[in-house]
Antibody, heavy 118, light 113 residues
Framework: QVQLQESGPGLLKPSETLSLTCTVS????????WSWLRQTPGQGLEWIGD???????NYNPSLKSRVAISVDMSKTLLTLRLSSVTAADTALYYC????????????WGQGTLVTVSS | DIVMTQSPDSLAVSLGERATINCKSS????????????LAWYQQKPGQPPKLLIY???IRESGVPARFSGSGSGTDFTLTISSLQAEDVAVYYC?????????FGPGTRVEIK
């Protein structure tokens, strides 16, 4: 059974860089794309971007200038970096696995809450 | 970008009755070459991540009760709960994966009347 677990700092100040990791267990990271998503009461569910096992990335244009997603297959780690955060980046952040035949999500982490406040 | 909308925002249904949720995409998510609709449905309960219910618009995920069904094509889709159970109280989201950026609808809250 594939399991994903997000981790990272829960509180950031405006202008800082958010860095989150997602540990994948119970399955290989190869042959899949892996996504970061976030959820806020106001904006709902938002796809941030994804990365293939080979390192190919796709980003949401709304965040593209500030986002970097990377993957370390040997450590089964997925990483999200979001620069110059503001209060609008306060959200519950999820990692998830894109299914092999389409970019829908069967496996999700439990999510990690990130608050941006001075 | 494809924009997803849902209706209603919320609905209250009696136990055992039918619940119907609508989802509309701003452009077709039907890929003509394979005749597949790139549309998924999720259920989210408080404190939990979304749970995949339906993919390819109408294929039920393994383990999902048969009372959940998805239908529609092109730009208009429906999630139906044929006989609402207490454990179905949740927020339901549709998601298009026809192209990037992947996008979700705003959600429909289902409650017991």
């Amino acid at each position: 059974q594939v399991q994903l677990q997000e981790s990272g700092p829960g509180l950031l100040k405006p202008s800082e860089t958010l860095s989150l990791t997602c540990t994948v267990s119970g399955g290989s990271m190869r042959s899949y794309y892996w996504s970061w998503l976030r959820q806020t009461p106001g904006q709902g569910l938002e796809w941030i971007g994804d990365i293939s096992f080979g390192g190919r990335t796709n980003y949401n244009p709304s965040l593209k200038s500030r986002v970097a997603i990377s993957v370390d297959m040997s450590k089964t780690l997925l990483t999200l970096r979001l620069s110059s955060v503001t209060a609008a980046d306060t959200a519950l952040y999820y990692c998830a696995r894109n299914e092999g035949d389409g970019d829908y999500f069967e496996y999700w982490g439990q999510g990690t809450l990130v608050t941006v406040s001075s | 970008d494809i924009v997803m909308t849902q209706s209603p925002d919320s609905l209250a249904v009696s136990l055992g009755e039918r619940a119907t949720i609508n989802c509309k995409s701003s452009q077709s998510v039907l890929y003509n070459s394979n005749n597949k609709n790139y549309l998924a449905w999720y259920q989210q309960k408080p404190g939990q991540p979304p749970k995949l219910l339906i993919y390819w618009a109408s294929i039920r995920e393994s383990g999902v009760p048969a009372r959940f069904s998805g239908s529609g094509s092109g730009t208009d889709f429906t999630l139906t709960i044929s006989s609402l159970q207490a454990e179905d109280v949740a927020v339901y989201y549709c998601q298009q994966y026809f192209n990037t950026p992947l996008a979700f609808g705003p959600g429909t809250r289902v409650e017991i009347k």
